[in-house]
């Protein structure tokens, strides 16, 4: 490990929608970032060394009873310290000041003055833009502290302690609506605790291929491919890391989308000469889903029959001891499974494509430490082309939960070529990467049409588009006309049995962005 592998800042979660957009802006500085439990002990930060330590925002009142705190210990290891609205009230109150209620609850823009341009505000204009959201507020401060910034209704937007490195923002520096918000957390990182800023994604790929060849010795590692992002990134690492050791699998289930699977297969073994393994599965997943419509009970018999495909392929594989997976870090976080990570699991993962842990392997996550957009950059590093790096996210289940009710062959076929039309058209427009998903559901619905002389009972397409940061909320795309337009006329002229097509204009929440 090098320096600056060692060299990181520790996010402490009190619940805040924003932990991880708050390691991810530090890590934007070359200073590695983890989020750890609001309640890790400061003899457990000791041991962990870190040159910073941030309190997140949170959704309680620090008065509220049963309200996350931490180890008041915290403040006394000489270690930088940034609480960010809940994290700078946590703080304040600890060392003698006063937070209170406001009359309302402050949200969104506000404008902010600079009262003191010291180290954590050097650079920030004198008046400036700040996203608050807080119902609480800091009212006094101790003798100790003094502020740095105010805004009209908040004397002590920015403060800081006049002999311990501890800082607090009112506001939320990590949102982009926080104009100065990149410059008031490099000053943190790397004028307060003088982190280096030289950690590197690079770096972190090459550390990671040296600890896989350690762990892996002279076995062999198997990898599923999907054809998304995610366990190409992780094949292309393993790949480089140990060549000839690595066994990638393709469970070909009939569900993917337009010319993926072909694209998986030329990289894999032509670009990266893999030992790939394709299981042809089109029939058997078919034949499982014949007469299913339940969404729940088709994703059920697609994991199950997944698993058993992977395995029976698996097992074909001599010496295998290893299975790889891409595991991201929110997975990480979220699931809980983060040592020292947050409390609460808040987020329930969609299962299928998983794989038991009855399969016998032991589990190496080579990208459980990264976050998406960093998995894309490394995979662009490695040398995946940028159609598998960017390509965006597919559920395990495939089509199959685009293709509502019943699926059949041919109703996949309409569905696959419909989605390549939605798909192509937004790239063409050049919306490819500034939408988050995009893609075609075939609804289970007919209706009436007429085309050329003759009256027309077929199919009707959805076009389903979504911008999302983290896929657990989403806003429909707001796509141009002319492009939805040209989606839908080429749809209704190419793709046999369909004769009209919609847009999908709902949110999530309440929508989800798949329809089953
Ligand atoms: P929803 O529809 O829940 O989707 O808003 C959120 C994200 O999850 C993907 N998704 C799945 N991924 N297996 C997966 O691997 C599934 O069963 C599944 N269902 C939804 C969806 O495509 C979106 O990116």
Redesign the pocket.
Known sequence: MTNAANERVLVLDFGSQTAQLIARRVREQHVYCEIVRHDITAARLRELDPVGIILSGGPNSVYAPGAPQCDPELFELGVPVLGICYGMQLACKALGGEVTSCPSREYGRSHCDVVDDADLMADVPASTEVWMSHGDQVTAIAEDFSPLAKTKTCPFAAVRHKRLPIYGLQFHPEVTHTVAGKTILGNFVKHVCKASGAWRLGDFAEETINKVRETVGSSRVICGLSGGVDSAVVAALLYRAIGPQLSCILVDNGLLRKDEAAAVIDEFSRHFKTDLHVVRAEDEFLNVLAGVSDPQEK?RRIGKTFIDCFKAEALKIDDARFLAQGTLYPDVIESGAAVDGPADTIKLH????GLPAELGFELIEPLRDLFKDEVRQLGLQLGLPPEIVWRH?????GLA?RCLGEVTREKLAVLREADAIVVGEIQAEGLYRATS?SFAVLLPVQSVGVMGDSRTYENTVAVRSVNTDD?MT?DWSHLPHELLSRISTRIINEVQGVNRVVYDISS?PPA???WE
């Not at 969609?350 to 494509?353: A, F, I, P, S, T």
Request: charged share 15%; aromatic share 12%; net charge positive.
């Open positions: 994703r969609h299962n299928v494509g996210p597919f559920p395990g289940p939960v998903q896929f989403a999530k989800t962005i798949e």
